[in-house]
């Protein structure tokens, strides 16, 4: 069965760079989309984009001049760089796989705060 | 960008009694159409893909139907444990989208 398990600072400082990782474990990370997804307390989901194993990217354009993500495929990981937050970026974030029947797989979710 | 609208915002059902959930798309989406459900403090989960499919180990009770900007799903006879919001999101665009939620409350 495959896990995701998000890891990262759980505060970040506006206007600085929020950064994740996510681990996937009981299945190889190769030949999937992974995807970050986030959710504001009490709000609905947001995809933030995905990454496929060969590197290529989509992102949100709502978000795009922001996000950054990479794949390293010898760790099973995947990770998640937004730039320039602010305290609309606080929410819980969510690793996840993509497959063509929608969001097969979710983490568990880590709660990011952009405070000072 | 394709908007996902579902309705109710909230509903509230007997358990043992049928629920009824839709989801509107503002474009076609054929039928690439998924449900998750989402309990407190839980990451969301696939119930239904497709637009009628359930996912695996879904209950026989939950099902969906649907196709193009209309999509409904049903929860036979509602369990305890059914209490919770519900999501629509279609992946017929490279950019998925997400309704609001539907929130399933007891009555």
């Known amino acids: 069965q495959v896990q995701l398990q998000e890891s990262g600072p759980g505060l970040v400082k506006p206007s600085e760079t929020l950064s994740l990782t996510c681990t996937v474990s009981g299945g190889s990370i190769s030949s999937y989309y992974w995807s970050w997804i986030r959710q504001p307390a009490g709000k609905g989901l947001e995809w933030i984009g995905r990454i496929y194993t060969s590197g290529s990217t989509n992102y949100n354009p709502s978000l795009k001049s922001r996000v950054t993500m990479s794949v390293d495929t010898s760790k099973n990981q995947f990770s998640l760089k937004l730039s320039s937050v602010t305290a609309a970026d606080t929410a819980v974030y969510y690793c996840a796989r993509e497959g063509f029947i929608g969001v097969e797989y979710w983490g568990q979710g880590t709660l990011v705060t952009v405070s000072s | 960008e394709i908007v996902m609208t579902q309705s109710p915002a909230t509903l509230s059902v007997s358990p043992g009694e049928r629920a009824t959930l839709s989801c509107r798309a503002s474009?076609?989406?054929?039928?690439?159409l998924a449900w998750y459900q989402q309990k407190p403090g839980q990451a969301p989960r696939l119930l239904i893909y497709?637009?009628?499919t359930r996912a695996t180990g879904i209950p026989a009770r939950f099902s969906g139907s649907g196709s193009g900007t209309e999509f409904t799903l049903t929860i036979s006879s509602l369990q305890s444990e059914d209490f919770a919001v519900y999501y629509c999101q279609q992946y017929n665009n490279w950019r998925i989208t997400f309704g609001q939620g539907t929130r399933l409350e007891i009555k």
């Open positions: 497709g637009a009628s």
């Open positions: 474009q076609s989406v054929s039928s690439n």
